[in-house]
């Protein structure tokens, strides 16, 4: 497993927010936290049955659990986005930053994340 590249297709263009909390996180305490469960042999790759899918619902950052329980307040930020529609929102890696996606807008108006963003981080 990792040795092998395939190139696939792009997906759809969405638009995007990243957020980064203004205190560190300690990659190295996370995965202290989460003990021997990250990967299994045989697990069929969530990213892929995504990528064959389309279903959001299937992206989920195993990490989130450990860093919710050190840093509460990047759960408070993930339900805020899930909230106002992010079609995806989640923390990046061990928590360093933040990420939501949301359906396309057409109307020319901002996304609600742009203008909930502003709320929430200040």
Not at 2 to 17: I, K, M, S, V, W
Not at 41 to 65: A, Q, T
């Amino acid at each position: 497993m990792g040795e092998r590249l395939t190139r696939l297709p792009d997906l759809a263009p969405l638009p995007c927010l990243f957020v980064f909390p203004p205190f560190p996180i300690r990659t190295a305490a996370i995965y202290a936290g989460l003990g021997p469960t990250l990967t299994s042999e045989g697990k069929i790759s969530k990213i892929m049955r995504f990528l064959e899918s389309g279903d959001f619902g299937l992206l989920e950052n195993d990490l989130e659990r450990v860093i919710f329980r050190a840093h509460p307040e990047l759960e408070r930020w993930k339900t805020f986005f899930r909230e106002r529609g992010a079609l995806v929102a989640q923390v990046s890696g061990s928590g360093s930053a933040g990420g939501a996606e949301e359906a396309p807008r057409h109307d020319g108006r901002p996304s609600r994340g742009d203008a909930a963003a502003g709320g929430l981080l200040g």
